[in-house]
């Protein structure tokens, strides 16, 4: 009869069995899933602003030079790398990697920002003499300003109340010069009374109907790009 123990024993002698005969005919044994372009490699969805930098922050290269993008979720945010052998030095070192895309978003979103006073305490002016230098904080891939790390703090405990908030005035302070008349997913479709009003990376844009805030979300730079080029001609 056999025993517990006995039983184990078998079943780690069949396993070890099983690994020589694949030894043994030259076939290797499949390899950790590696990320895929477009897969997001983590247990956590991208929650948050789409990624909105165009280069990959592990080699500097442009995103889409190496083939479809790299997707990680870190810590609820959206992460684009160039390839699979930018993913292992990102993990490896995370802090820095982030530090580094949230000055870069600071420089991107700063002179879009809506608020001259803090998202928070709104009497507060950014950079007031009492309160000092600004807080400059990346939320999820969004750049937020307070006038103090207290006010932070109270940002973090309601963040969907206080994004409510700047987004209504990124849409307030941007709408009279938002330079398209037709929808900047579906070009063809003017943009009536209805129209999604949807903000990105603290800047207006506007759609003809919420299905296309998806396809926009996919590719969001490129679609900033039709934006950028229309107000040039302006």
């Known amino acids: 009869m056999l025993t517990t123990s006995n039983k184990v024993w078998r079943l780690r002698g069949a396993a070890a069995l099983a690994l020589f005969c694949v030894a043994g005919t030259g076939l290797a044994l499949a390899p950790a899933l590696a990320p ?12 948050g602003d789409p990624y909105p930098l165009d280069t990959c922050i592990v080699s500097g290269e442009k995103l889409g030079s190496m083939g479809a993008p790299i997707t990680l979720a870190h810590e609820g945010r959206e992460i684009k790398l160039c390839c699979n052998g ?9 802090a820095d990697f982030i530090a580094k895309i949230d000055e870069q978003i600071i420089k991107q979103q700063l002179p879009a920002y809506p608020l001259k006073n803090c998202l928070v305490m709104d009497t507060e002016k950014l950079g007031g003499e009492d309160m000092g230098e600004p807080v400059n904080f990346v939320y999820k891939n969004r750049l937020v300003r307070f006038c103090c790390k207290s006010c932070l703090r109270q940002f973090n405990k309601k963040p969907a109340e206080f994004l409510e908030k700047l987004n209504a005035a990124v849409i307030e302070k941007q709408m009279a010069a938002y330079p398209l008349t037709h ?43 039709r934006i950028d080029a229309a107000l040039v001609k302006e």
């Open 86 to 94: 930018c993913v292992k030095p990102f993990k490896e070192n995370p």
């Open 36 to 47: 895929t372009p477009g897969n997001v490699q983590d247990d956590k969805g991208p929650k």
């Open 183 to 225: 929808c900047v997913v579906l070009e063809e479709e003017s943009l009536g009374d209805d129209a999604i009003n949807h903000v990105f990376a603290n800047r207006l844009v506007r759609f003809c109907c919420k299905g296309c805030v998806a396809k926009f979300d996919k590719d969001p730079l490129a679609y900033m790009a």
